[in-house]
């Protein structure tokens, strides 16, 4: 274990060096939580709730830091690491690639839930964002939101052939996903083309259950997201490991 940490700590210096992978998951979200915290505040979405804009702003912005590192950066780092031969140098020695593997996931899974504690914290300091759900409610949502997109970063990974493959896969998908969810503007603002498009887009049932979740829905009223989400990590996963499997990783 004591190497495992020497591991992670190393990795999380490679994090931080990384003005891309930090500025997406820590000062982009806060800086769209006051862009549009200061245009609207916390005004109620309309007569018939009390909830406001930015109580179903943050956890969809939740879910964009979720997505920036599991459709973005680890799977960027992955390929990166890859294609510069570093897993052949670490599998010749004690440590191996897999160590280096793991830790990376956990790294990416740590600053991404320490990107959503921030975002919470200042959405609760400066907007009072209402959060009606339980707390392990929320933390089954993101984790398996965390899995769903962390799974499908992992198979761009695999279906890339290079770094530069990989790259226009996840910037591709992720801005995509990212406008098209409603993660930066509620989907209610779309129009029927658009809606027809969002719902067919994994990240849009991660909006909807953080969403729902924070605002009280219980994991049984967020069945069909959750299914869904499930699935997506479960055939991401599958697929991903058998097209590792054929690629010259050592």
Same mark, same amino acid.
């Given at each position: 274990m004591?190497?495992?940490?020497?591991?992670?700590?190393?990795?999380?210096?490679?994090?931080?060096?990384d003005?891309?992978?930090?500025?997406?998951t820590?000062?982009?979200?806060?800086?769209?939580?006051?862009?549009?915290?200061?245009?609207?505040?916390?005004?109620?979405?309309?007569?018939?709730?009390?909830?406001?804009?930015?109580?179903?702003?943050?956890p969809?912005?939740?879910?964009?830091?979720?997505?920036?590192?599991?459709?973005?950066?680890?799977p960027?780092t992955l390929?990166?690491?890859?294609?510069?031969?570093?897993?052949?140098?670490?599998?010749?020695?004690?440590?191996?690639?897999?160590?280096?593997?793991?830790a990376?996931?956990?790294?990416?899974v740590?600053?991404?839930?320490?990107?959503?504690?921030?975002?919470?914290?200042?959405?609760f300091?400066?907007?009072?964002?209402?959060?009606?759900?339980?707390?392990?409610?929320?933390?089954?949502?993101?984790?398996?939101?965390?899995?769903?997109?962390?799974?499908i970063?992992?198979?761009? $990974?695999?279906?890339?052939?290079? #770094? +530069?493959?990989? &790259?226009? %896969?996840?910037y591709s998908? @992720?801005?995509?996903? *990212?406008f098209?969810?409603?993660?930066?503007m509620p989907? $209610?603002l779309?129009?029927?083309? #658009? +809606?027809?498009? &969002?719902? %067919?887009?994994?990240?849009? @049932?991660?909006?909807? *259950?953080?969403?729902?979740?924070?605002l009280?829905?219980s994991?049984?009223?967020?069945?069909?997201?959750?299914?869904?989400?499930?699935?997506?990590?479960?055939?991401?996963?599958?697929?991903?490991?058998?097209?590792?499997?054929?690629?010259?990783w050592?």
């Amino acid at each position: 274990m004591k190497r495992f940490f020497v591991i992670c700590k190393m990795i999380l210096r490679l994090f931080l060096r990384d003005f891309y992978s930090f500025f997406f998951t820590l000062a982009f979200p806060v800086f769209l939580l006051f862009l549009f915290g200061s245009i609207y505040g916390n005004a109620p979405i309309d007569h018939e709730t009390a909830f406001g804009i930015m109580d179903i702003s943050v956890p969809a912005y939740s879910v964009m830091v979720i997505g920036v590192n599991g459709l973005m950066s680890l799977p960027l780092t992955l390929s990166g690491f890859k294609e510069k031969k570093i897993y052949k140098r670490f599998d010749a020695t004690p440590v191996g690639k897999k160590q280096i593997l793991w830790a990376q996931v956990c790294i990416h899974v740590m600053m991404t839930l320490i990107g959503i504690a921030i975002l919470l914290l200042l959405g609760f300091l400066y907007y009072h964002i209402q959060i009606k759900g339980s707390f392990l409610s929320i933390c089954i949502g993101i984790l398996v939101s965390i899995a769903a997109l962390f799974s499908i970063g992992f198979l761009f $990974t695999a279906v890339g052939h290079d #770094l +530069k493959s990989t &790259s226009i %896969l996840c910037y591709s998908f @992720y801005f995509i996903m *990212l406008f098209l969810s409603g993660a930066t503007m509620p989907d $209610t603002l779309f129009p029927e083309p #658009l +809606k027809t498009i &969002s719902n %067919l887009l994994p990240m849009t @049932y991660a909006v909807d *259950l953080m969403q729902g979740l924070f605002l009280k829905d219980s994991l049984f009223q967020c069945g069909m997201e959750i299914s869904v989400l499930v699935i997506l990590t479960v055939i991401s996963t599958v697929i991903g490991a058998c097209l590792y499997r054929k690629k010259d990783w050592t």
